[in-house]
């Protein structure tokens, strides 16, 4: 007996911020976007959306949705209490759901500390961690898309006098777990700032 297949048309993501809902997380001129501050976070999304629509899929946010029920497939970006307790009132299927880690877990310690836990109630789950693939049979690893780099900096970047300094290349991050290192990065920062400032070049996102 062979089992039915449904075919997937619709599909949703949970975002789990507000400011991502009604599309916003697939639109790079919305006021979430904005506020990444050069993050370049929402491109990704985009060109799933681009990809998904190329080949006859439907894929927005879920609150754009009327009818939960229409929905084949759910992406839950990262798995937080709050993300969990959304698909459990709502009796979605795990089945029918996907989890992305996108986090090591100095930033999502509920989603690392609890994955043998939750990590059997679903069929499928990405992540970036080649550790979890090998250890897990569900985990299936996905690659983030190069970060576009804005060309029209290219002439300035080569003008620029090159002189012997400090550089530093790293996105404007935080965590509240103990041991983090996210703020002693700021205090780097801000110390060549004070102290040397014609010594130390700063390239990143979020700055």
């Known amino acids: 007996m062979t089992k039915e297949i449904r075919e997937i048309k ?3 993501v949970y975002p789990g911020y507000d400011n991502m809902l009604k599309d916003a997380i697939f639109d790079t001129e919305s006021e979430a ?8 976070i929402y491109e990704r999304y985009v060109e799933l ?8 899929i439907e894929i ?17 970006l990262e798995v937080t ?28 310690y509920f989603e690392w500390r609890y994955l043998f836990i939750w ?40 003008n620029k006098s090159k002189k012997d300094k400090c550089l530093l290349i790293q996105s404007n991050k935080a965590s509240k777990v103990q041991g983090e290192l996210y703020s002693l990065r700021r205090k780097i920062i801000r110390y060549f700032e004070q102290k040397f400032p014609d010594f130390f070049d700063l390239y990143g996102y979020g700055w």
């Open 119 to 158: 990590s059997k109630l679903y069929k499928t789950i990405l992540t970036w961690s080649p550790d979890l693939v090998k250890k897990y049979n569900n985990f299936i690893r996905f690659h983030y898309i190069p970060f576009a780099f804005d060309k029209t900096r290219c002439e300035n970047l080569r």
């Open 81 to 108: 209490p709050k993300n969990l307790f959304f698909f459990f009132r709502n009796f979605i299927n795990p089945n029918k759901v996907i989890p992305i880690l996108l986090e090591p877990s100095v930033v999502n």
């Open 33 to 40: 976007w904005k506020q990444l501050r050069g993050l370049p």
């Open 49 to 56: 959306k681009r990809f998904l629509v190329e080949n006859g």
């Open 10 to 12: 619709k599909v949703a």
């Open 60 to 76: 927005h946010t879920y609150d754009m949705y009327k009818d939960k029920r229409d929905i084949d497939l759910w992406f839950m």
